[in-house]
């Protein structure tokens, strides 16, 4: 096993990475979905109605719930769905924020292209990202 599978296998044990049907069920019991997909790709294939876009680079600060910078919904009991495209980096990013005191941060299980390929609702993409 290459060193970033052991890390990938690492940042996924013992997470609950919902598949993109319950997903969806999360969101609408309050689930905050975060999309840190770049630009180009939320522009060409759309977004996740109702999801936050935050960059990658400012995910760690928009999210802590220690921040000072951190998004007023966010709060350390609050549930986030990181989404990238397949639910690599999301997996990473969703690790990165467990160890920043965000417990119940996690992925979604294949990322945009699953939630798309499932035919659940994508909105036009464009969608600045939280500054």
């Not at 990181?82 to 119940?104: K, Q, T």
């Amino acid at each position: 096993m290459s060193a970033i599978e052991e890390l990938l296998a690492s940042a996924r044990s013992g997470v609950d990475r919902p598949e993109a049907g319950r997903a969806l069920r999360l969101q609408r019991d309050g689930a905050l979905i975060v999309d840190i997909r770049p630009q180009v790709n939320r522009v060409e294939e759309g977004e996740i109605p109702g999801s936050v876009i935050v960059e990658r680079i400012h995910l760690e600060w928009r999210l802590a719930p220690d921040s000072e910078w951190r998004l007023p919904e966010v709060n350390a009991d609050s549930t986030v769905i990181v989404v990238c495209n397949e639910g690599y980096a999301s997996s990473l990013a969703a690790a990165d924020l467990r160890r920043l005191g965000l417990p119940g941060a996690t992925d979604l299980e294949g990322g945009f292209r699953a939630w798309r390929s499932a035919g659940l609702p994508v909105r036009e993409g464009g969608t600045p990202a939280v500054p």
